[in-house]
């Protein structure tokens, strides 16, 4: 049973989702895609703040000799108009090669390969998300990483059971970005499990009732079969009935019945495209709009900026999940 719903002070405006296949190398362990990663974090400094703002990130870098420059100009007046975003991170290539080697979304603690592969894991995961702190932080967002673990959150029988959203809502309004991510959890039937991305970004919308949600991948939306088929179409407006339940609006498919083909890479332990459809659907059915986009793109800019709130442009490609008016 999910805690009653926390709201921040503030409404949130966007929780955004940056897809591991978009941030980091997915066939290579541990490699951050550093150009993908520097573009979205320059966008989302330009969805969310107007105005200039300084570098956050004063820490000497790894191998470097240079000595951190701290700007010392810092302009007391508040930055005007800054919007209230949520960011959570999927693993990419951190992360999903530890659990998988070790069975960690399977439980049982009392396997030492389990218990070292949690350790592994999330030593993994929260690496990665410092340096996603970081780039923010270089752009001028005052962002936090919140490990889902840390913040005890916890499952039961793998879906969420104790996952306590204040602390997160406080953040904002104290003026934070703050910066989740799927991780390697408690749960109370199995010992352990993986908590994904997609799962902390449904729970966290239906708690705090952003504006809208966007998923930011490696392919320009979700199509009618794998992206990499001469034939494959992208699909750009998936309907979401009350109960959760979807279909595809637009395009119109020739067969109907058809349903959306997907592939898993072998070692995602976290499910593929149909349970990100799923996921999204979810969201929309609290009247929540969700974009799925290729990151680090126009397309994916104007997603972020709320573009798409009414029509959707001819000239915009993505996916567009919504509630069935």
Known sequence: MEPAANTAAKPIRC????GGAAITCKNELETINEENLKVVSSQLRQAMISGSCHGMDWSKRPGSLEIPSVIDDFNDQEVTDSKKFIIVHGAGSFGHFQASKSGVHKGDLSRPLVKAGFVATRISVTSLNLEIVRALAREGIPSIGMSPFACGWSTCERNIAVADVSTVAKAIDTGFIPVLHGDAVLDSSQDCTILSGDVIIRHLAAQLKPDYVVFLTDVLGVYDRPPTEPDAVLLREIAVREDGSWFVLK?????????????VAAHDTTGGMVTKIS???MIAKHAIDVYIVKGATDYSLRALQGELKENIPDDWLGTVIRLVK
């Open 15 to 18: 929780i955004v989702k940056l």
């Open 251 to 263: 395009p119109e498919l020739k067969d109907m019945n058809k349903q959306v083909e997907i592939t």
């Open 279 to 281: 996921e999204a659907a």
